[in-house]
């Protein structure tokens, strides 16, 4: 596919990676050829400097014979006149980095007229990312498929487990419990686990069963936690705001640390229901005079990666129900792990994430649409949930027959309201929801499951 690429920011470098790494025809554009040459270099594609909502820049980056135009600038008014002038010259789809939360019901209004495909807002995102973790502290990551009918859970395997020395195809007998360990990283490595892997200690392993079952699961292992009720917010930016509106509507009690002072003064007219404090998040006796000690959870989402790892090393030392960390340079995951800092937030890779699983939905010939799109076990690995049309070439065989390939595993069907954990006499069928996990492939179509002769 031919795509163009406005802004070569954080987030436009992270999709021009991504998105090379999938074999599409890139075009990049940004207006400063210092940010280009990066791209350009490292992926070996076209970069053209200029202002983006710019015609003349469009035509030349080939917009009308594009498949799809990413605006991802720092500004949402130019990005949605990118997507606006993209459509205008012939672009087939759009997509827009909105992140000013005064835009949200006007788009919904205004969508079609504007021409948009998709709207992005990678700080509302993550919000929601960090809302469900803090519902779920036992929890390193949560994510979920088939409108939250099956969770995908990563939980550490600690001393004491009785998880510990278990093969995984004991583990539902042993427990009671019906559910599938699909992913284990232990220590550098990563494994899509047969039957007969034994976990050992330290392994984190990502986990998928209905909500019940998780929770009956965390109790079983004696992880299970109180709710959360008290939560400390350090840096004030959009995220905090998006966050503490949800949690407020969960009737937690919210106190956001911020250094600005104006900042402050948009907050406490914002959320009035949270405790909105002006000063710096990174001093210690400025969050110990807070009650740092008295909260259930702390964030750390400050601008800079280094002082919310300093910020969540000293809050993981008091034993807080749950300790969530913004992260931008995922280049810093071998720290995070040596600190013990282990739910780490990604606005950036969000967006990656929504936006590759869109291009790869159009690229669909077959019908077999991937509806949801995780990345797991530190991105080393994809989590997808495919909606099933009927395909000789896959249902209604037995999995046992069909020739997958290697390092995937179908890790659940569901079936209307009922979730199967597939054995070989199962079968996938028209109107099932399926969930694949995979290292090294890049799924664009349930078919693609299959090993190629």
Do not use: W
């Not at 827009?96 to 006007?106: C, G, I, L, S, T």
């Not at 419990?177 to 392994?203: H, K, M």
């Not at 807070?290 to 809050?315: C, R």
């Not at 739910?343 to 019908?367: D, E, F, L, W």
Request: a negative charge.
């Amino acid at each position: 596919m031919k795509i163009v690429i406005v802004g070569d920011g954080k987030v436009g470098q992270a999709l021009t990676g991504r998105l090379a790494e999938e074999g599409h025809d890139l075009v990049v554009i940004d207006s400063s050829p210092e940010a280009l040459r990066t791209s350009v270099e490292v992926h070996d594609v076209m970069g053209i400097s200029g202002n983006g909502a710019s015609y003349a820049v469009q035509k030349e980056a080939g917009v009308e014979d594009a498949d799809l135009l990413i605006a991802a600038t720092s500004g949402d008014e130019l990005n949605l006149l990118c997507c606006l002038v993209a459509k205008k010259l012939g672009a087939r789809h759009t997509i827009a980095r909105v992140r000013n939360p005064d835009y949200a019901d006007q788009l919904v209004m205004m969508r079609e007229d504007l021409g948009l495909s998709m709207t992005v807002n990678p700080e509302m995102a993550a919000a929601t990312e960090i809302a469900r973790m803090l519902r779920f502290p036992s929890a390193l990551k949560l994510d979920s498929f088939a409108r939250g009918m099956v969770e995908l859970v990563e939980i550490k395997v600690k001393e004491g487990s009785p998880l510990l020395g278990q093969a995984l195809y004991t583990l539902s007998s042993h427990l009671g419990i019906r559910i599938l360990i699909c992913a284990v990283r232990r220590g550098e490595e990563v494994y899509i686990p047969t039957g007969s892997f034994v976990l050992q200690q330290g392994d984190k392993i990502s986990i998928t069963a209905t909500p019940s079952e998780m929770d009956s699961l965390f109790r079983k292992l004696g992880i299970y936690r109180h709710k959360i009720h008290r939560v400390m917010v350090v840096g004030g930016g959009r995220i905090a705001y998006y966050l503490a509106k949800q949690l407020l509507k969960l009737g937690m009690s919210v106190k956001i640390i911020e250094k600005d002072a104006a900042r402050c003064e948009l907050l406490s007219e914002a959320l009035p229901k949270a405790r909105i404090i002006l000063g710096d998040g990174s001093d210690r006796e400025l969050l110990e005079e807070e009650g740092i000690e008295e909260m259930d959870a702390l964030v750390a989402l400050t601008g800079m990666d280094e002082e919310n790892i300093i910020i969540s090393m000293y809050a993981g030392t008091l034993e807080l129900g749950k300790v969530v960390t913004k992260i931008n340079r995922m280049s810093f995951q071998e720290i995070l792990d040596s600190a013990g800092i282990e739910s780490v937030i990604s606005p950036k890779g969000i967006t990656v994430n929504q936006i590759v699983r869109y291009v790869r939905a159009m690229q669909n010939s077959q019908g077999s649409n991937v509806e949801t799109l995780h990345r797991i076990v530190g991105g080393r690995v994809e989590a997808l949930e495919f909606n099933v049309t009927a395909d000789p070439e896959v249902t209604g065989i037995p999995l046992k027959d069909l020739r997958t390939r290697q390092n995937l595993l179908i890790a659940g069907i569901l079936r209307g309201r009922t979730i199967i954990y597939p054995g070989g006499n199962d079968t996938i069928e028209p109107g099932d929801s399926v969930i694949v996990v995979t290292t090294g492939h890049q799924l664009k179509d349930l078919r693609d499951i299959l090993e190629r002769q």
